[in-house]
């Protein structure tokens, strides 16, 4: 609240830092769905290591020069680590080491260029991209209200927790803490009252914008040469990978 | 109209209110007293219990709610929950784009220069103040180009330069508009008629009328803004008041007035003999010769 107040009405002048300048940014949201998720789908059907391996070393790559900010990359990684290794866990144990780690490999190979896509993209292009590679307009509805609720429920997390620490309340720091988990857990319910009636809101406002049902693609990017060239070295990549698979090379 | 909530409160009783093409129309009431009830009837959010809402001459209905709602632009009192897309462009275009209106760049400049914001088109409107979101949820309804625009408290949250920015804004934009607020001092500006609402209509006029109405405004829990305070004051000291000014401009011209009755009524107590005024008539005569 500081921060804006004191931001003010020099906003005018300003330009938002965050603004993603990256190559990878910048690229046609259709193109950057439509070469990872074929990345992805190749390095899935992988069964030997060398081809494993090579995919594991693209998605690295893609995953550095994308300059997606690499602390975000692992925090995210971090976060889907355990279902990672979980998959691979099981196999390590019935299936030896080796078959263990080819599939934590393949599987990192699929995870990072997904999270490269996320990250590299902003959420509203990606849904526009996905609409305009005619997804049904049903599904992009959906995952953009969703998306719209989670930044609502975080925000009104964010002000219940400001609420609660400027109340003093320094609980729910261990499981035993019986009065502090009764008021993180009236804290969840009303977080999800208060969440539901902005949602309400929101929906309301978007109606006032004459919202139906079909969230309507609104950016029109048209397919350029670098959006070319990055489909050309991912089509290579998978090439080369088909390649591995079926023992044309190595 | 009639309208209760779920639990059965009333909401608004018996409010019967027409509005004019072009007029601009302030409900003024306390917190509870209905204002954004009845803004969200008229924009159709929900329909009256008994009685009804017609816009140009139609009754508004389930059925026509959404395609009457692009001739009434309803803004909300909190911006956040109207401001939907990741920049400030793309959520002015919002609306026109789903309506499926044509030269939507266009419209969307329009829009933004008459919000006053065509510097923040390519900004993210959740890194802007408030009250500049405030702006960008006016756009995104402006670019609609409704007939009439709906404001839900439009100065509250305003810091003092935001608040009088956007009462300018407000006051020179050529629309009609019906303004829910309890900031009276706001409302005198921008409107040439208030509502004073309270669950059913207490009071219709001008500001000026309102503010007279002491008890009016006692009853509905609203507090005459400061410079109609000194007025007040000014006229229980004796001053010759003779109505309460709720803008500067009305307390620039009352007290020019009061001045001018003071002085005369100063000049006829002193009488012909006092030196003041022998000099003024000295004087007067002295043009009146041509010396």
Known sequence: MIITHVRGHSALRERDEDLDTSWFSQLDPRVKIVGVFSFVVVAALLTRPEGVTIALTAAIALAAASRVSAKRLIVAYAAAFPFVALASASIFLFSGWDRGLTMLARTSSCVIPLLVLALGTETFDLFSGLRRLKVPGMITTLLMLTFRFLLLLSDELERMKVSRQARGFRGGRSLLDRYGLRVLSFTAGMVLVRASARADRVYEGLRCKAFRKDMIPWRTSSVRSRDMAFLACLAIVAGVLAAVQYEVLF | ?????????????????????????????????????????????????????????????????????????????????????????????????????????????????????????????????????????????????????????????????????????????????????????????????????NVSVVMEGTMSDIVMSKKVLQDAGLELPPVSKLFDAMGRMGYPVDSLPVSMDQAVAELTRVIDREAKRTSELRGPGNPRSDRKSRQSDARGNGD
């Not at chain 2, 306390?30 to 803004?39: F, H, I, Q, V």
């Open chain 2, 1 to 197: 109209m009639t309208y209760k909530y779920e639990d059965g409160t009333m909401a608004l009783r018996d409010v019967d209110l027409s509005i004019e093409r072009g007029e601009k129309v302030a409900i003024v009431g306390p917190n509870g007293a209905g204002k954004s009830t009845l803004l969200n009837l008229v924009a159709g959010f929900r329909m009256p219990f008994s009685g009804r809402v017609l816009i140009e001459g139609r009754e508004l209905n389930h059925e026509n709610a959404d395609e009457l709602r692009s001739e009434v632009g309803l803004v909300f009192q909190d911006p956040e929950d109207q401001i939907f897309m990741p920049t400030v462009e793309e959520d002015v275009a919002f609306g026109p784009r789903n309506l499926g209106l044509d030269d939507i760049d266009a419209r969307v400049t329009r829009a933004l220069r008459s919000a006053g914001i065509e510097g923040l088109a390519k900004r993210r409107p959740h890194r802007l103040s408030y009250g500049m979101k405030k702006r960008v949820a006016i756009a995104g309804i402006l670019a609609m180009e409704p007939e009439m625009l709906l404001l839900d408290e439009p100065t509250s949250g305003l810091d003092p330069r935001a608040r009088l920015e956007l009462v300018k804004l407000l006051r020179e934009m050529d629309k009609t508009m019906l303004i829910a607020t309890h900031d009276l001092e706001a409302a005198a500006e921008i409107v040439d008629r208030a509502v004073v609402l």
